[in-house]
């Protein structure tokens, strides 16, 4: 029963390095998405996704892009890193709109540093 | 737009106190209300809800009530433990269509024996 699982646990990058973050998850979830964790802040909402093929950018896109191709799948890329985006970083997947009580089922997160 | 607003803390107890975390919230329609868990080194987790009005969420020994007319969801436990020691967020998610949740800022409890 592995739930949402994310890889990797822990990145160290360079700034201006790429990366993907892997989110894969084995509840049949049509709705995914990705959040960032910061002191002080909670959880803000970098991107989401309500079905393969479709993705939206939620309230911290800039400097992230994401794809959906399959339904178990939906990996965050960082196209040129910067110290700014030192976070942790959460992927979450539910069944449906959580405008009906659906709640999000997380990973245990990725932090990442850039130096 | 949509906002929760929670205490950051920490708020530090001892053990079997009375626990009351309090969350307000801002929203159009009729929102979802959530308060999730986040035990250290994991992700959060589902801790108890309430979908309309009135309603009570509890779970563990944790419970909260929907008031709309104070536009709140207040977390309280009567008797803490140690292991209640963790993050706490309270979350909405607004009515109609296909929604993204809010997240407060989240409040650090730390029981002590």
């Known amino acids: 029963n592995a739930g949402v699982t994310q890889t990797p646990k822990f990145q160290v990058l360079k700034t201006g390095q790429s990366m993907t973050l892997q989110c894969a998850q084995d509840?049949?979830?049509?709705?995914m998405s990705w959040y960032r964790q910061d002191p002080g802040m909670g959880l803000r909402l970098i991107h989401y996704s309500v079905g393969a093929g479709i993705t939206d950018q939620g309230e911290v896109p800039n400097g992230y892009n994401v794809s959906r191709s399959t339904t178990e799948d939906f990996p965050l890329r960082l196209l040129s890193a910067a110290p700014s985006q030192t976070s942790v970083y959460f992927c979450?997947?539910?069944?449906?709109?959580?405008?009906?009580?659906?709640?999000?089922?997380f990973g245990n997160g990725t932090r990442l540093t850039v130096t | 737009g949509n906002s929760v607003t929670q205490m950051e803390g920490p708020v530090t107890l001892s053990e079997e106190a009375f626990l009351t975390i309090n969350c307000t919230y801002t929203a159009t329609g009729y929102p979802s209300l959530f308060w999730y868990v986040q035990y250290p080194g994991e992700g959060l987790q589902l801790l108890l809800k309430?979908?309309?009005?009135?309603d009570k969420g509890s779970n563990k020994g944790f419970e909260a009530t929907y008031r709309k007319e104070t536009t709140s969801f207040h977390l309280e436990k009567g008797s803490v433990q140690v292991s209640d020691s963790a993050v706490y967020f309270c979350a909405l998610s607004d009515s109609g269509g296909y929604q993204k949740v809010t997240f407060g800022i989240g409040t650090k409890l730390q029981v002590i024996p």
């Open positions: 309430a979908t309309k009005a009135d």
């Open positions: 509840m049949n979830h049509e709705y």
């Open positions: 979450a997947s539910s069944y449906s709109s959580a405008g009906i009580g659906s709640p999000l089922h």
